[in-house]
T-cell receptor
C-alpha cells in the first residue's frame, strides 16, 4: 500500500527564517508530487508541484525532489505568520488518485 | 481565478438518511474527484471520474456511495443510509488532465450525521 510519511510537528520557526518541511514516499513509480497548504477548517490549497529530480522555485517556496531517496521537501524562505498552517505532502502515481500524508503543522513565531 | 465550488457548506442529517453533496468543477477541467477528511485525520481519496464514468475508487467507496454528473456542470456525491462515521469534510477536486496534472480543491462540505 502506498504511503506518504510526514512528521506531524508542530514545527516552530521564527518569523523571517527558513522553514523546511520533509516528506518520504513508498511507491517507486510515483510520478508527481505536490505540496498543499491547509488552514484549520479549510480545504487544501495547492502550493507547489514537482515532477523531476532537483529544485523548483516559486517565489518564497522551493520544492526539492530526490527520486532515488524517495524524498520530497518544501522550503519556505522569509517565513511569515500567515504561513502558519498544516502542509500536506501528496503524490500521484500512474493511477488517478492523490495519496496524502498526514501533514506537518507549521507555526511561525512572530 | 476559476474555482471549484461546493454546496452546501454544512449539511446536518439524521443517521440512515440519504445526502447529496454538490460540486461545480472548474469549467475546462475533465477529471473530477471526491475526497474526505475525518476531523484530525488525513485527506483520503474516495473516487475519480472521467468521461462520464468512474476511473478509480478506494475501499471506502462502497455500495453506499455513488457519483453522478447529471449535466454539463455539476458533479454530485450521494451517500445512502448515512452512518455516524460518515461525518467528515468532503472535498471535491478537479483537474484539467490526468496524471501528472495537479488537482484543485473546493472549500468542502462539512457533513454531520446525528
Amino acid at each position: 500500500q502506498k504511503e506518504v510519511e510526514q512528521n506531524s510537528g508542530p514545527l516552530s520557526v521564527p518569523e523571517g527564517a527558513i522553514a523546511s518541511l520533509n516528506c518520504t514516499y513508498s511507491d517507486r513509480v510515483s510520478q508527481s508530487f505536490f505540496w498543499y497548504r491547509q488552514y484549520s477548517g479549510k480545504s487544501p490549497e495547492l502550493i507547489m508541484s514537482i515532477y523531476s529530480n532537483g529544485d523548483k522555485e516559486d517565489g518564497r517556496f522551493t520544492a526539492q525532489l530526490n527520486k532515488a531517496s524517495q524524498y520530497v521537501s518544501l522550503l519556505i524562505r522569509d517565513s511569515q505568520p500567515s504561513d502558519s498552517a498544516t502542509y500536506l505532502c501528496a503524490e500521484r502515481g500512474r493511477d488517478d488518485k492523490i495519496i496524502f500524508g498526514k501533514g506537518t503543522r507549521l507555526h511561525i513565531l512572530p | 481565478e476559476p474555482e471549484v465550488t461546493q454546496t452546501p457548506s454544512h449539511q446536518v442529517t439524521q443517521m440512515g438518511q440519504e445526502v447529496i453533496l454538490r460540486c461545480v468543477p472548474i469549467s475546462n477541467h475533465l477529471y473530477f474527484y471526491w475526497y474526505r477528511q475525518i476531523l484530525g485525520q488525513k485527506v483520503e481519496f474516495l473516487v475519480s471520474f472521467y468521461n462520464n464514468e468512474i476511473s478509480e475508487k478506494s475501499e471506502i467507496f462502497d455500495d453506499q456511495f455513488s457519483v453522478e454528473r447529471p449535466d454539463g456542470s455539476n458533479f454530485t456525491l450521494k451517500i445512502r443510509s448515512t452512518k455516524l462515521e460518515d461525518s467528515a469534510m468532503y472535498f471535491c477536486a478537479s483537474s484539467v488532465g490526468g496524471p501528472p496534472q495537479p488537482q484543485h480543491f473546493g472549500d468542502g462540505t462539512r457533513l454531520s450525521i446525528l
